[in-house]
């Protein structure tokens, strides 16, 4: 029988997580005001750089700057099924601009994950997402809509053979699809696959290592000199994979290694060394939290001439809570990108940016349920890129959750 539509991967998978969902027993005693949340939330913020455009350059015809509207509505929920949860959220977002009007897009993010559990010894996750959003301006610059559309699935599974040790397994897959064709040479698919084993202390700490392939597939090649570029990689890693609990308020996290990136075409891109991410998170008095992390990992860059990058970086922020209805948080963030380029066919050679960033904002909870909050920002980047600029800007907000 021939099939009248095709139907996406997501709604399969959340179709079965369903089907899974339907054939628990769900306690009678979850009503769904304890499992599903709507909520509303309504965002007013203004950008001094929209277009993130070279400080010497002009705007597009207008303003360098906008002032737009976020509207967000959606349903969260957080549903146990026997000894499984399933939990997740759909949202839908409009978003209007004051003087870019062109720009006006309809967002979308939609994520289920089910933790799932078979006896005592293995445990897991199943789940995807489906997001739509506009592509940042920071390496594309243009007053065309672009819309970008992601699409995850994955799958992990643990066994605690030992109360001690367990190895895991993960696979997952995301693409991501552009609207301009300008930018569709950044089509891509991202498969990856982990293997690790951890040690598991009495004390809540977890002391591991993974190995990792992720491939990178680009449909769409560039052309360069009338040579089709295929700009397909493959990344193998080996990382220790640590969760120290020093205490109740301190932990560090940490996944980071050694990793090797070859490409399908041009090997002078290929690179290896140091990769991975670090992160120490302290509490005082539980009132004032802070974070601070370090990291060194490829990245990828949705620019017209590259494709990825090496980034080297660093971020403190900080929570304090003024009361129990009112905090305030801060936070800064520097980081260095060397990109992978073609030196002397399309770009000059150790071709590279450095951006700092920091923001401050307050939170007020009047009830539990509405929030409100403001915030400002300010941004610099600068390097022999294409483009050096500063901007700043302001948001307020405020949110609902029935």
């Keep these: 029988m021939r099939l009248l539509f095709k139907p996406h991967p997501l709604a399969l998978l959340i179709g079965a997580i369903g089907a899974i969902g339907a054939a628990a027993c769900v306690p009678a005693s979850a009503g769904v005001s304890d499992t599903i949340h709507p909520y509303l939330a309504v965002t007013r913020s203004y950008d001094a750089n929209l277009f993130r455009l070279d400080d010497n ?28 949860k399933l939990t997740g959220q759909f949202k839908q977002s409009r978003v209007k601009f004051d003087h870019y009007s062109e720009l006006d897009y309809s967002g979308k993010d939609y994520l289920a994950d089910l933790e799932w559990h078979i006896g005592n010894h293995l445990e897991g996750h199943i789940g995807g997402l489906y997001a739509q959003t506009l592509t940042s301006f920071s390496d594309f610059h243009s007053n065309q809509r672009n819309l970008r559309k992601q699409r995850r699935e994955y799958v992990d599974g643990a066994w605690r053979f030992h109360p001690s040790y367990r190895v895991r397994a993960a696979a997952s ?40 392939q992720l491939k990178g597939k680009y449909p769409n090649h560039r052309f360069l000199g009338g040579t089709s570029i295929d700009d397909g990689y493959t990344q193998n890693e080996l990382k220790a994979n640590v969760y120290w609990l020093f ?11 050694w990793a090797e990136r070859k490409h399908t075409f041009f090997g002078e891109r290929d690179s290896s060394g140091l990769n991975g991410r670090a992160k120490m998170n302290w509490s005082m008095l539980r009132k004032l939290r802070m974070d601070a992390s370090v990291w060194r990992e490829f990245a990828p860059v949705e620019s017209n001439f590259v494709n990825n990058s090496l980034n080297k970086g660093a971020s403190f922020s900080t929570t304090w809570d003024v009361s129990a209805k009112v905090n305030v948080n801060a936070a800064v963030r520097r980081e260095k990108r060397d990109f992978s380029t073609l030196e002397g066919r399309i770009a000059p050679p150790n071709l590279h940016d450095k951006s700092r960033n920091a923001s401050l904002g307050v939170n007020y909870a009047p009830l539990q349920s509405v ?32």
Excluded: C, W
């Excluded at 301009?180 to 591991?208: A, I, K, M």
């Design 247 to 257: 205490s109740a308020t301190s932990q560090f996290t940490m996944l980071a290694g």
């Design 57 to 84: 350059s002009p705007g597009f015809g207008g303003p360098r700057g906008d002032t737009l509207m976020q509207t967000q509505y959606g349903v969260l929920f957080d549903m146990p099924i026997s000894r499984q």
């Design 173 to 212: 897959s995301q693409k991501f699809t552009y609207d301009l064709p300008q930018q569709q040479f950044n089509n891509r698919t991202e498969d990856q696959v982990d293997l690790g084993f951890d040690y598991l202390p009495h004390s809540g700490s977890r002391f591991g290592l993974q190995v990792s």
């Design 371 to 402: 929030r409100l909050s403001a915030n400002v920002f300010h941004e610099v980047r600068s390097g022999n890129a294409s483009t050096n600029y500063r901007t700043h800007g302001a948001a307020v907000s405020a949110s609902i959750q029935f």
